[in-house]
């Protein structure tokens, strides 16, 4: 019998990367989709390539969408400086308007096409709390909307948006993406990673990702570049 | 005192021209936004810049996202023919997925930056009542997403969806329009309009047009090319 299939998206970080093999393991036929909204580290699609492969997705996709033009984040706009002195009260500068409802909108529309009933997102509520689009609230509003919005909605199917990650610590993450064969040094989750996928080791992402490892008692993968001098 | 900000979604077409008019005439700072999202009727595009401009839009922006690589709908994909004959059952063929979806994300991610707390979109649930994202319900679920999503939502602000053309007909559409001095020779409706405007006069969008103007008793300033030999 066919696999259902699910649409994911995949960043290339370590996160989508956790949920790729969450939807493969759950038994989907997994189609990746990678955004490129303008963002500084575009190490991290080259990742997503890697990964997309290396997990056995059925196909992989790049949609490009200029979210620069609209300005606003650090991730997107050059005039804003990514922090590096350690996490900051409310809502970070990293944060990118509307960016996981651009991308799950784009993850809807391919999965009408492809008949998919199933959306994977690997939203996290509890490193990324400041961000609103992370939080569970934001999983179930997507969700309803897209039982609305969309042909199988109207036909009477249901579309489910899965967030498999969303109540879990980075440590919890690499362990579950470990012990279902994740290479995360593939993976690239710095915020200002070189064009060869080298992490600062100095942003928030990087700082998460490697207490994240250490607490899983798991060795760090990751390839950080050299320190400036 | 400042006009409040709001975002409001520019096709180039009837419907869209007739909303931004009516964000104008309710006293916004209006920014319109258009979508390229490899629609065949690229004229459109050019249409929506010259009705921002005639209506008094504070800035207007063109955003480019390819669906063309999703396929699946006979606006984006080359290989699906365009309808000619009518209406037809069901949800029609010309519907492209999850388009307002998208298009809305865009626009919430602009109002972010912007800091409008208002967006405005022309759907329209008589004449279209065979796609799913236009109706009352898809309105309400976008709103309710809007609220979660954003760094507004969570800082206790109200972002509302306008839909104000949501239950007019074709004829009432078009006869606010033209109170409120919106200008229909400038837009473009039709599904496969030449690259320099001129409709087919045959589509499902054109007849709905004229019928419009018909019906409400008014010239129809439309141009259409000359019928093919």
Not at 13 to 42: C, K
Not at 59 to 64: D, E, G, K, Y
Not at 197 to 220: I, Q, T
Request: aromatic share 6%; net charge neutral.
């Amino acid at each position: 019998m066919a696999r259902p299939r699910a649409v994911v998206l995949l960043s290339g970080g370590l996160d989508s990367a956790t949920v790729l093999a969450i939807a493969v393991a759950g038994g989907f036929e997994a189609h990746a989709l990678s955004v490129d909204y303008g963002q500084r580290h575009a190490a991290e699609l080259d990742a997503a390539r890697r990964v997309a492969h290396a997990l056995g997705a059925a196909s992989h996709r790049v949609a490009t969408i200029d979210l620069g033009q609209f300005g606003g984040s650090a991730l997107t706009d050059p005039t804003i400086a990514v922090p590096t002195d350690g996490p900051s009260a409310g809502i970070p500068v990293t944060y990118v308007p509307a960016r996981n409802t651009l991308m799950l909108a784009l993850a809807l529309g391919w999965a009408e096409v492809l008949e998919a009933r199933d959306l994977f997102v690997g939203v996290n509520a509890i490193d990324y709390s400041g961000y609103p689009d992370c939080r569970p609230a934001f999983v179930a509003a997507f969700e309803a909307l897209a039982n609305v919005a969309t042909r199988a909605g109207v036909e009477g199917s249901r579309l489910r948006l899965h967030a498999p990650i969303i109540e879990l610590d980075k440590a919890q993450i690499v362990k579950l993406g470990a012990s279902l064969g994740v290479d995360y040094g593939l993976t690239v989750s710095c915020y200002q990673a070189s064009p060869e996928g080298l992490a600062c080791g100095r942003c928030e992402a990087c700082r998460l990702r490697r207490e994240g490892f250490a607490r899983a008692g798991l060795p760090d993968p990751t390839r950080y570049a050299p320190p400036a001098p």
